[in-house]
């Protein structure tokens, strides 16, 4: 049976991200925005709680203790602090859950290890396409087989930019979907900059692969091979979640703002259409998250899940979109200005729509 009470521990989780979020994350996210860099103490102060390491197995130095339903719950604590320095600080997971996973003993020696040192290990999962008619499930990128090595052809977008490990990038082997681990400094990758409406914080890369030879040994699971479709659920999950955070937000600043905000001698909140339009968010948002936690728990459960994957993410996405405009109309003009969150709320909403697994549970 779904559980919609998180537990001791996960409630313990819970709050202890969200003072993070506010002490730490909040205030440096309008700097970030404009900036377009991340302070190294922020992600440096969040590795040392251990939101990535905690969930690695106990065998390389990690904590164990790998749940989805915790996953979202730090997604959305960390989202609601400020989306971009979320995805920055949670890029760890990008390779080391799926390594986790299917990696072989060499690729977990590697890359796990790495991640639960004492310095922080930016990742990298390289699966959006610039196509318009883009499938996540049949991307363009293609890996062939060429002896002891393979040969990678193809252009990954929206890449949160690869620090010193492997970044993870899927391509199709024949009728197969895989994935590989590439060094981003290899002969034949060009990588370039984004420069984005939202998110603009986090460092994102189009990256063009160009003959590009990786060993046999460089495919995730190695002869095996790996369940990159899970992957892409987990990814679903985890960007609902972060929707919801984003979501959460922009109702609680509009609504602070409606309590404070007078107009004819009385706060702005005490008026219909305001009260109405704070009173949908809120549903919508409690709305989305039980769907969230839904695919989640069915994770948890080893069951599959991406049929709740995909409507949590599709609902989540279009909550934190409308909220988020609904936030800007409660401020009026000041929601137009970037003194205040609300806009920059709406441009990271605005970026759901195409993002895909910028991070994992």
Known sequence: MIEFQPSDDQALIAETVRQFAENEVRPQARTCDE??????????????????ANALPEAVGGGGERSAVTGCLIAEELAWG???????????????????DFGTDEQKNTVLKAL???????????????????DVFRPRTTATRNGDHYVIEGRKCQVPAPGELPMLVTAME??????????????????????NLGLRGLATEEITLSGVEVPASARLGG???ADVRSLIVRGRVAMAAMAIGVARAAFETSRDYAKERETFGAPIATRQAIAFKLADMAI????????TWEAA???????????????????????????????VQVFGGHGYIRD???EMHLRNASGFASFEALSLV
Not at 37 to 45: F, K, L
């Open 284 to 291: 919508e948002i409690d709305g989305a998250r039980l769907l």
């Open 35 to 52: 900036t377009g860099e991340m302070p190294a103490e922020i992600v440096s102060a969040a590795h040392e709680l251990g939101l990535v």
């Open 340 to 342: 205040y969150l609300p």
């Open 174 to 195: 024949g009728d197969a979907l895989q994935a590989f681990l590439v060094d981003a400094k290899s002969s034949g990758i060009d990588r370039k900059r984004e420069s």
């Open 223 to 225: 002869e095996a091979g």
């Open 297 to 327: 728990w069915r994770l948890d459960d080893g069951k599959d899940a991406l049929r709740e994957a995909t409507l949590a993410y599709q609902q989540a996405q279009k909550v934190a979109l409308t909220v988020s405009d609904g936030a």
């Open 82 to 100: 400020d989306l971009a320095i979320a995805v920055g600080i949670l890029t760890p997971s990008l390779v080391g859950l799926p390594v986790a």
């Open 116 to 134: 639960c040192g004492s310095e922080f290990q930016a990742g990298a999962l390289a699966i959006t396409e610039p196509e318009f008619d883009f």
